[in-house]
T-cell receptor, first 116, second 115 residues
Framework: GDSVTQMEGPVTLSEEAFLTINCTYT??????LFWYVQYPGEGLQLLLK?????DKGSNKGFEATYRKETTSFHLEKGSVQVSDSAVYFC???????????????FGQGTILTVHP | GAGVSQTPSNKVTEKGKYVELRCDPI?????LYWYRQSLGQGPEFLIY????????DSGLPNDRFFAVRPEGSVSTLKIQRTERGDSAVYLC?????????????FGPGTRLTVT
């Protein structure tokens, strides 16, 4: 079955540091890929997505590129802020269309803490 | 512009009791999902509704769990004879098909604690 593996956390960085959170996946076909973020005390929010190979999703300074050859979707940000402290989840769903309905398979989450 | 709402936000119950968790999706979203998130883990799929029907209930852990969506909007997740292992955050999401992918919008969750 489908699965998502994220780098082990927690990750602790100083403000303005470079961030990478690794994500690899196993899936049949060509899934859509997502990063969700969960800020303290809040619900899951979609951060960015990519629906086909070589697509780059971006939002709020975060980026991730859909790499089919390495089955990866690593999250990056050039300069993190204290306000980026949250739990980040990588996820995939079947490609839309046909019998697909977008059921998400999540990684285990990576806790990011950014210090001033 | 209301998002997905879930009630209650917290529920504490005794082992063996029956509980109902409610989800109110975003207006106009026909697809609705339930997930369960255990401490330190990512959400795990439970059930999916398209309209009133449960199109995929393969994630329900056993027959103590049941969900309904009688009018194609609000959904209720029902758990009978609760066990301590049922303690988790139960998340509801509704989605919109964008033409390329389904974008799911999550509610804040119901934290269930079984004592």
């Amino acid at each position: 079955g489908d699965s998502v593996t994220q780098m082990e956390g927690p990750v602790t960085l100083s403000e303005e540091a470079f961030l990478t959170i690794n994500c690899t996946y196993t899936a049949t076909g060509y899934p859509s890929l997502f990063w969700y973020v969960q800020y303290p005390g809040e619900g899951l929010q979609l951060l960015l997505k990519a629906t086909k190979a070589d697509d780059k999703g971006s939002n709020k300074g975060f980026e991730a590129t859909y790499r089919k050859e390495t089955t990866s979707f690593h999250l990056e940000k050039g300069s993190v802020q204290v306000s980026d402290s949250a739990v980040y989840f990588c996820a995939l769903s079947d490609r839309a269309g046909g019998t697909s309905y977008g059921k998400l398979t999540f990684g285990q989450g990576t806790i990011l803490t950014v210090h001033p | 512009g209301a998002g997905v709402s879930q009630t209650p936000s917290n529920k504490v119950t005794e082992k063996g009791k029956y509980v109902e968790l409610r989800c109110d999706p975003i207006s106009g979203h026909t697809a609705l999902y339930w997930y369960r998130q255990s401490l330190g883990q990512g959400p795990e799929f439970l059930i999916y509704f398209q309209g009133t029907g449960a199109a995929d209930d393969s994630g329900l852990p056993n027959d103590r769990f049941f969900a309904v969506r009688p009018e194609g909007s609000v959904s209720t997740l029902k758990i009978q004879r609760t066990e301590r292992g049922d303690s988790a955050v139960y998340l509801c999401a509704s989605s919109l098909f964008t033409g390329q992918s389904y974008e799911q919008y999550f509610g804040p969750g119901t934290r269930l604690t079984v004592t």
